[in-house]
Nanobody, 116 residues
Framework: QVQLVESGGGLVQAGDSLRLSCAAAGLTFSNYNMGWFRQAPGKDREFVSTISRSGGTTYYANSVKGRFTISRDNGKNMVYLQMNSLKAEDTAVYYC?????????WGQGTQVTVSA
């Protein structure tokens, strides 16, 4: 059974940085693409970023491009999201996801709140 546990969320001010972490268990980590998604109050869950199995390919939503960086450590079964220059509109619950063809395993989420 795949388990994904996010950490690192919190309350910060606009312009600050946060680093989210996701610990994965119950899977051969290097066989899975990993992603970050977020859901703001009253809105649908949206894509933030994804990283390929080897870490060689990454994609970002336009809203975070240039500010967020996704990375992974296959030796530690970890994926990270470095978030810089945070804005109030980045406030959301952030979810880690794992998948091969589609994302089918999800963490419980970590709250990120950015005060203006």
């Amino acid at each position: 059974q795949v388990q994904l546990v996010e950490s690192g969320g919190g309350l910060v001010q606009a312009g600050d940085s946060l680093r989210l972490s996701c610990a994965a268990a119950g899977l051969t980590f290097s066989n899975y693409n990993m992603g970050w998604f977020r859901q703001a109050p009253g809105k649908d869950r949206e894509f933030v970023s994804t990283i390929s199995r080897s870490g060689g390919t990454t994609y970002y939503a336009n809203s975070v491009k240039g500010r967020f960086t996704i990375s992974r450590d296959n030796g530690k079964n970890m994926v990270y999201l470095q978030m810089n220059s945070l804005k109030a509109e980045d406030t959301a619950v952030y979810y880690c996801a794992a998948g091969q063809a589609t994302y089918d395993s999800w963490g419980q989420g970590t709250q990120v709140t950015v005060s203006a």
